[in-house]
């Protein structure tokens, strides 16, 4: 059995952003890829027993999947020190728990599955800050942003450990070996 990983999952522009300065995703919904290629989101979200997000990832959710039902099956916490209207037809927690109570309440709930956190990018900056943060999977659209939300505020060493071209996307798996001083 391997040991469950906090991975931060996202897509990006090839400047490094992961949204418009008006949190858009015009430019990612709009990619082709294949559910069933290479490091196919399917595939992942089959591995993840919990999942993180700060607000304006679930605020983005609200606007634009407001009549959907939520999309995820797995626990959900949401990081904010806004209010929401709460959802019925998920398990979704707000919180603004310090990141190591949060992992170890996620991981307590994941039944041994990785934990994802799906952004942003101060977020998961938050995560390895805390040495809470294990891999960094990117999907690298070919478009380029000149500014927004960047993918990952931080500085970090990283390895790659998987290529892979799926539909418009670079793909690219990375271990994190250490992580800021």
């Given at each position: 059995m391997t040991t469950p990983r906090t991975i931060y999952n996202t897509a990006t522009s090839l400047d490094g952003y992961i949204a418009t300065p008006d949190h858009s995703l015009a430019w990612l919904l709009s990619r082709e890829s294949d559910e069933s290629g290479p490091m196919s989101f399917t595939e992942f979200l089959a591995g993840v027993g919990a999942i993180v997000m700060g607000a304006n990832t679930y605020q983005w959710i609200l606007d634009n999947q407001s009549t959907e039902p939520w999309p995820y099956a797995v626990p959900s916490w949401v990081c904010t020190h806004r209010e929401?209207?709460?959802?019925?037809?998920?398990?979704?927690?707000?919180?603004?728990?310090?990141?190591?109570?949060?992992?170890?309440?996620?991981?307590?709930?994941?039944?041994?599955?990785?934990?994802?956190?799906?952004?942003?990018?101060?977020?998961?900056?938050?995560?390895?800050?805390?040495?809470?943060?294990?891999?960094?999977?990117?999907?690298?659209?070919?478009?380029?942003?000149?500014?927004?939300?960047?993918?990952?505020?931080?500085?970090?060493?990283?390895?790659?450990?998987?290529?892979?071209?799926?539909?418009?996307?670079?793909?690219?798996?990375?271990?994190?070996?250490?992580?800021?001083?």
């Open positions: 929401f209207p709460p959802r019925t037809d998920a398990d979704i927690r707000f919180t603004h728990a310090e990141v190591p109570a949060l992992h170890q309440a996620m991981t307590a709930v994941a039944a041994g599955k990785n934990l994802w956190i799906v952004g942003g990018g101060e977020l998961a900056g938050s995560f390895a800050d805390h040495g809470l943060l294990d891999e960094i999977i990117v999907s690298v659209a070919p478009v380029t942003l000149g500014a927004g939300a960047p993918l990952l505020p931080r500085e970090l060493e990283l390895r790659v450990s998987e290529l892979a071209a799926n539909g418009e996307f670079a793909c690219i798996r990375y271990a994190v070996v250490r992580g800021p001083d």
